[in-house]
């Protein structure tokens, strides 16, 4: 009888054992549960956030203003070159395409002064063409009192010190976006 009740004495020692173990688990389980969860959680709000970063502004869709085709003499010795030029303006807005159409004549004569000064030779190249276009977007906005065009020459010359600058403020503050050509012929 004697070795019998050692016996029933581990047995109960043995139970408390495996219950804390038990326990142990499942809190270990919790816990790794809980931190998954957290992180679930965190990552998907950082998600949602870099997502509303990344998102992209309201696009606003331009306006296209096409003016008539005009024909132009070019500034060639002899006199016996000229242009055929097609000019969409991308606007800012519907109310800006309103102001330039109130302006076109004016806006037109410009236009028109600005070419006949340039020679065959020079606008045959891409570079002559990209300064015409933005010589004619400056022309475009004198009238309409936008961008540098409207400025003071001191505040024009203040500008000009920072060149890298200068470009994205006149885009930011012009309504006249881009000049694009739908015809350029050189005869």
């Known amino acids: ?6 016996a029933a004495a581990a047995a109960p ?3 408390p054992a495996k219950s804390k173990l038990v326990l142990i688990g499942a809190i270990v389980v919790v816990l790794i549960v809980l931190a ?3 992180f679930l959680f ?7 956030s870099e997502e509303h970063a990344n998102a992209p502004a309201a696009v606003v869709v331009p306006t296209f203003l096409p003016l008539e085709n005009m024909v132009v003499n070019l500034a060639d010795p002899g006199g016996d070159r000229f242009v055929q030029l097609g000019i969409t303006l991308e606007l800012q807005d519907d109310k800006t395409a309103g102001v330039v159409k109130q302006y076109l004549p004016s ?3 410009g236009v028109l002064m600005l070419v006949s000064q340039r020679s065959s030779e020079e606008l045959l190249a891409r570079e002559g063409k990209e300064k015409l276009a933005a010589d004619i977007r400056e022309e475009v906005s004198r009238p309409l009192g936008l961008g540098a065009a409207a400025k003071p020459r001191a505040e024009a010359d203040e500008e000009s010190a920072d060149e890298e600058e200068r470009p ?3 885009q930011q503050q012009n309504a006249v976006r881009r000049v694009l050509f739908s015809s350029f012929i050189i005869q």
Do not use: V, Y
């Not at 009888?1 to 050692?6: H, R, T, V």
């Not at 965190?42 to 949602?48: A, C, F, I, V, Y």
């Open 168 to 170: 994205r403020r006149r």
């Open 1 to 6: 009888m004697s070795a019998k009740p050692p």
């Open 107 to 109: 806006i037109r004569s």
């Open 36 to 38: 998954a969860a957290a």
């Open 13 to 15: 020692a043995k139970e």
């Open 42 to 48: 965190l990552n998907s709000r950082n998600q949602d």
